[in-house]
């Protein structure tokens, strides 16, 4: 890789609650230590419970936000999150047109969310496999968003679904989607028994990345900084198995350290290690502004 700092777009969601979405793409980019920018395609009005409401950005400014970032800061990475309706995925399709062939790109086939709101409707399935798929280095589905993606159950509006058995079924579902597309997919580990992603590449290859399962309770965001992690590490100019390790060692530690304290569902990952920032910023503060923190306390 040479000096300049790589730049990553995500082109996603917004999520107000600041677990998922957007906003936990950009903070995995900040943590991996390459640029974020972003295309937002859609709003949620979301907390740690619930989705209230979703709205759709238009799709000329959807193609805007990319031809702005592309034509001057110039991408090396893409991350594709939720999407939401046909109409934005022919948008998106049509703003990757801008994105130079060789620029990787990441899709996270978002369909339903930890709080169970459904994120992709039901009729845009057919849309993000057909536009969407085809231009993908690599998609990032979980267990149940795999068995979507093929026609399975998860179609119907059970996308959440249950968690593999230590038998489940994600080599052939990977060599399923495989046919509809991508160059290599990767079936995320957080709805199997053992929290292991399977990555299949376009030889063939079928990789397994082990890391320890932790206490459910702060994974609200971890597809999302998967994801995002993997895009950036991309982008570093690292090989994508070692990427793809390094997206499920980080994910999984920011579910480690999740902030549990945060809403009262499934609280946000931590990608950032907030807690260690906190005592560092004060840290700081003092050492490099002490007359700043003199005057902040003098009355
Ligand atoms: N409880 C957990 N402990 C450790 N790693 C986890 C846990 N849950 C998810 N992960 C990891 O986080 C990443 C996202 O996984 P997953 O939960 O399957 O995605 P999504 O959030 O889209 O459902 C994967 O690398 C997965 O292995
Ligand atoms: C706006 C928005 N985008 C994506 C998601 C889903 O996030 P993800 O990390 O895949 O999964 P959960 O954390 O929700 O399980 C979302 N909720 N909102």
Redesign the pocket.
């Known amino acids: 890789m040479s000096g300049r700092t790589p730049v990553c777009l995500t082109i996603a969601t917004s999520d107000s609650g600041g677990g998922a979405g957007i906003q936990a793409d950009l903070k995995a980019f900040a943590a991996a230590g390459v640029h974020g920018t972003s295309a937002i395609v859609g709003l949620t009005a979301q907390n740690t419970v619930a989705v209230t409401r979703i709205v759709q950005i238009d799709p000329e400014t959807i193609v805007e936000q990319v031809r702005a970032v592309v034509e001057d800061l110039g991408v090396d990475a893409v991350k594709i999150g939720m999407v939401g309706t046909s109409t934005t995925i022919d948008a998106v399709a049509r703003a990757l047109e801008l994105v130079p062939a060789d620029v990787p790109v990441v899709l996270?086939p978002?369909m339903v969310a930890?709080s169970g709101a459904r994120l992709l409707e039901v009729e845009a399935h057919r849309a993000l496999v057909e536009r969407l798929l085809p231009r993908t280095t690599v998609v990032t589905p979980?267990?149940p968003?795999a068995r979507a993606l093929v026609g399975g159950p998860a179609a119907r509006g059970d996308a959440r679904g249950a968690a593999g058995s230590a038998g489940d079924d994600a080599e052939q579902l990977a060599a399923a989607i495989a046919a509809l597309g991508p160059a290599n997919v990767l079936i995320?580990?957080?709805?199997r028994d053992r929290?292991?992603?399977l990555l299949r590449q376009s030889d063939g290859t079928l990789t397994v990345l082990h890391?320890?399962?932790?206490?459910?309770g702060a994974?609200h965001g971890?597809?999302c900084?998967?994801s995002s992690t993997l895009a950036a590490q991309l982008a570093l100019g690292h090989d994508l198995v070692s990427a793809a390790r390094a997206?499920?060692a980080i994910?999984?530690e920011a579910?480690?350290q999740g902030l549990r304290d945060v809403g009262r569902g499934a609280g946000p990952v931590d990608v950032l290690g907030l807690p260690e920032l906190r005592l560092r910023s004060a840290a700081t503060v003092e050492a490099v502004a002490p007359s700043v923190v003199e005057r902040v306390g003098a009355p």
């Open positions: 996270d978002v930890e979980n267990l968003e995320t580990g957080g709805h929290a292991e992603d890391g320890e399962r932790h206490p459910d994974a971890s597809g900084t998967h997206a499920r994910a999984g579910v480690r």
